[in-house]
Each structure stands twice: as C-alpha cells, then as structure tokens.
C-alpha cells in the first residue's frame, strides 16, 4: 500500500497501542525485542528492549518449543500458541497470537501480544457445568436411556430405564449386559440391524419395535431409537432411547374395542329402524288375514278340510304376527318402565317358567346367587326376555342335556351386578360368536330361529347402560356375562320409552 501517514495518524497509532492493556511486543527474528508497548513495560520493566523474549517471560535461554513465532518464521503466517497440553499446564495464561512484519519477500519482524483466556479453574467449571447439564439432560428423559460399551456393559442406565428394566442403576451398571435385556438374540438382531444402512443410516436405528425383558420376566413392548457411538472409524459404544409402549397400546386397543361396539350400536339403531317401518307394514295386513279368516271360520259351515286348512293359515299369521312383535321390541318401539329389581328373583321366575318345558327336563339347573346384590334399576319385562332367551339359547345348544349353572355376583369395584349364564353345549367358534349379536344371525335351521334373539338382548342391555360378552372354547360350552350398574340413569324413578 502505498498511503503515507501523516505524523499525527503515527502518534495515535502508537497512542492507541500504549493504551491498550494487552502485552504488544515486536521482537526481531532473533527473537530480540525490538519494542514493547507501555503496558508490558509497566509489567516487565523499560530494560526489555534488545532482550532475548524468552528470558523475560520464561526466564529461560532457549526458544520455547511452542513458541508462536517459531511457526511464523517458518511459515510467514499468523500463528497463535496454543497445543492441547497447555490446557493443563500451568504456563498457558498469556497465550501469544504472532503475525509477521514483513518487507517485500523478507520477514523483518514479529509481533506478538496477548491477550487473557480463561484459567483452569474456569474451563473445568465449564466442563463440569456441561457434563452436569448433559447427565440431566439424559437423566430427566421420560424414554429410557440405555448405554453400552461394545462388550455390552452399561455405561449409562437413566431412572425411566429403572422403570422399564426393572433393575436399579447399581445393579445395571456393575452386573447387567445389554444383552440381558433382550430376549433371546434380540441383542445380536439389533446389532445387526444399526450396522445396516435400511433402518435409519448406517449406525443408527430408527422407530424399531422391539420387546425388552424385565428383571421380573415381564416383556415389555419398546420403540427403540438407538445409534452405534464412534471414535474415527471405531466402534465404542452404543446407546438406545427405550420408549415404552404398553399405555399406547393399551389405548388403541381400547379405542378398537370402542370401535367395534359403537359399530354394533350403529347397525343395531340402523337395522332397527328399518324393522319397525317393516313391522308397522306387516301389522295392518295381518290382523286383516287373522279377522278374514277367522270370520270365514264362524260364519261358514267348513268342510273340516278346509277348516284345518284355515287354522293353518291361523297359525301361521300368528307366527308372522309373534315376529313382528319381537321386531317391534327390537326397535324398542314399546315403552319400558325402570323400577329397582332383584335381579336373582328375575332369574328366577324367568327358570320356573322354562324348566317345565321339555326341553329342561334333562337338564341340571345350578345356581350360584350372592343375595347380597342390591337392587338394579331395571325394566323388568325386558330383563325377563334377556334371560329368557340366553337360557332357551343355552337349552337349545346342549340339546336338551347337559348342566346350566347360573351365577350372580357384585363386581370387583362393586358398582356392577355381574350374571352369568354358563352352559355345557358346543361353545361357540370364534368367527360365530363375532356375530352372534347380529340381527338375524342364525346357524339354527330355517324356520327354527329368527337370529333376533340375541341382538334383542344386546339392545335391550345396551338401554340400560350394561354390557353383555360371550366366552367360550369350542367344545366346551360358552358363558354369557352380563353386567348391570347398580346406578342408572332412571334411578331417580324416571321413566324411559
Ligand atoms: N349358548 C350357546 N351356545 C352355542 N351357540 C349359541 C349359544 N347362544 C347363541 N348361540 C349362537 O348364536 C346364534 C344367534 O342366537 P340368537 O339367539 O340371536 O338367534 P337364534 O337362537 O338362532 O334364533 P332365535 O333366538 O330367534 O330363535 C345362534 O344361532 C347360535 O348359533
Ligand atoms: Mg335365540
């Protein structure tokens, strides 16, 4: 460049260099100092100049081997001190930043000065306050942080691993191997698994599904986030991010539940409207077949042929019509009283109607009530025709013989009235029973059964806020479970149509 300063741009050059409360120092080449600001002559003295620099920062004769403008003669470049060591050596206070004074191709001098970088008391308090923050980084974490070295032991076990594993962090840290906590080669298939490049990258592993063992033998279902740890190319360590998914899975399998009963519910409300529109329809024309021909029956002398022919067509409206009554109550189209009942005197009125029926004689009638029940807020015609047709089902399954053992009881957080209806017959297989709740699902043989019985029941359980379940194994009979709250709705002595 080749501006020239005027006197005064030099004075306060040098002004501004003599106030700075930094060490300036130009030293020659030969490591001679040529000139010093006012501070480092405030803090070593005015007889520095033409000193070696050694012998006034290290007292010594010789260059110091890490001496910046070392690196500056040879390189011509701006150098700073600075080697991993001094961190941890005494002498690293005033760090020298070096640059060179140069004339045309030749260096002619070396500046150096100072300036503060923190103490060793400072850096490790950093370090400390870092490493304490990471640790509570990894130990507040709600998922499971799981560390390993390559030979599997635990270097990192946080509280929600605890949680999950079951093991203390003691316990984890001086006795456990990562592969304890898989079953089986679990382990091996992770490890297999981060070192391919398909599930998140080479070293590292994805959203993985995967089961743990706990310490009790427990197998928990775990979301598996987990990377392979590296020095250079080395493998040191891995760490997993154990997310626990027993409540998500239990909520989805709650909501599938939810689902197929508010499915249920839908196709019942459908279908019963549907029938009473059909029932209302049907009504009219078969009290006018029933009236035509019971008129023709008194007013005409018959042939008994004819006549019996008549009857039949009698009967038959009358099955038509018993039909249509049983669809008119599916559609819930009569009015229904609730009043509080004894549930196990309702079974029992409901058994002595049907064990004179012949299809019970050969059948034993056990029953198991607790008479402790309370009351249930009921409509006790419509319970009569749930147990009604739960039993006539059960008779009709073992075929006349067999045991049917009927049990009452409180539930466990006593708010329910439990009943259920165990019989001997064949079971139900899993693909019925997924529909035996349907309208008009029958496997009985035309004209025997309608398949409304059970769906009858379904709604009328669903009105009063209970709930009904089959259990069964094929071949060994089924278990029809109700359950009623003790409270419901209409216990204010309401009244529900
Ligand atoms: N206790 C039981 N054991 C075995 N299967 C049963 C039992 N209860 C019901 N089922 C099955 O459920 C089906 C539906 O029962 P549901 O009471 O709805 O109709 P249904 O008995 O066939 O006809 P309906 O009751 O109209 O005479 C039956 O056809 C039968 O296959
Ligand atoms: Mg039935």
Do not use: W
């Not at 306060?12 to 020659?28: G, N, P, T, V, W």
């Not at 439990?418 to 064949?426: N, Q």
């Not at 693909?431 to 699902?441: C, E, K, L």
Request: charged content about 25%.
């Amino acid at each position: 460049m080749d501006y020239k300063r005027s006197e005064k741009e030099k004075e306060y050059l040098i002004k501004a260099i003599d106030s700075s409360d930094r060490q300036f120092i130009i030293i020659s080449p030969d490591f001679e100092v040529i000139a010093a600001n006012t501070y480092t002559m405030q803090l070593l003295g005015t007889d520095i100049i033409g000193k070696h620099c050694c012998e006034i920062f290290y007292e010594k004769s010789t260059t110091c081997e890490s001496c910046p403008a070392l690196s500056v003669i040879k390189t011509h470049k701006p150098s700073l001190r600075f080697k991993k060591e001094d961190v941890l050596s005494d002498d690293f206070r005033t760090c020298r930043y070096s640059y060179p004074i140069m004339s045309g191709e030749n260096l002619e001098a070396i500046a150096l000065f100072t300036f503060n970088r923190p103490t060793i008391e400072e850096i490790e308090e950093k370090l400390k306050r870092a490493n304490a923050f990471l640790r509570n980084l990894i130990l507040s974490s709600v998922d499971g942080v799981i560390a390993a070295d390559m030979k599997g032991k635990i270097l990192i076990f946080n509280d929600a691993a605890v949680e999950i594993g079951g093991y203390t962090i003691d316990e984890a840290i001086n006795t456990l191997n990562i592969r304890q906590i898989y079953p089986g080669d679990g382990a091996r298939d992770i490890m297999r698994h981060l070192r391919s490049d398909e599930y998140g990258g080479k070293g590292k592993l994805k959203s993985f599904r995967v089961d743990v063992l706990r310490k009790d033998g427990q197998i928990i279902p775990i979301c598996l986030n987990a990377a392979i740890v590296y020095e250079g190319d080395k493998e040191v360590a891995t760490i997993g991010f154990f997310h626990d998914m027993r409540d998500e899975l239990k909520i989805k399998s709650d909501l599938e539940k939810t689902h197929v009963k508010l499915l249920q519910a839908e196709k019942m409300s459908a279908l019963g409207k549907l029938a009473a529109g059909v029932a209302h329809q049907l009504n009219n024309p078969l009290g006018g077949i029933t009236l035509f021909a019971k008129i023709i029956m008194e007013e005409y002398e018959l042939d008994p042929l004819v006549k019996s022919d008549l009857e039949r067509i009698l009967n038959e409206a009358k099955k038509c019509s018993d039909t249509v009554k049983e669809l008119l109550e599916f559609a819930r189209q009569t009015s229904n009283l609730i009043r509080p009942h004894d549930i196990n005197s309702a079974i029992n009125r409901t058994m002595f109607l049907l064990e004179n029926q012949a299809l019970f004689q050969n059948i034993k009638i056990t029953k198991h009530f607790d008479d402790t029940i309370p009351q249930v807020y009921v409509d006790i015609q419509q319970m009569n025709h749930v147990f009604m047709n739960i039993i006539l089902n059960a008779g009709q399954a073992m075929d006349g013989k067999g045991t049917l053992t009927i049990r009452t009881s409180m539930s466990n957080d006593k708010e329910k009235v439990c009943i259920e209806i165990e019989d001997t017959g064949p079971g139900i297989s899993e693909d019925i029973a997924a529909h035996i709740f349907d309208p008009f699902f029958t496997t009985k043989e035309e004209g025997k059964g309608t398949g409304l019985g059970l769906s009858i029941v379904y709604s009328i359980i669903e009105d009063h806020k209970g709930s009904i379940a089959v259990k069964s194994k094929p071949g060994e009979g089924a278990t029809f479970i109700i359950e009623l709250p003790i409270s419901h709705q209409g216990e204010k002595g309401g009244q529900t149509t």
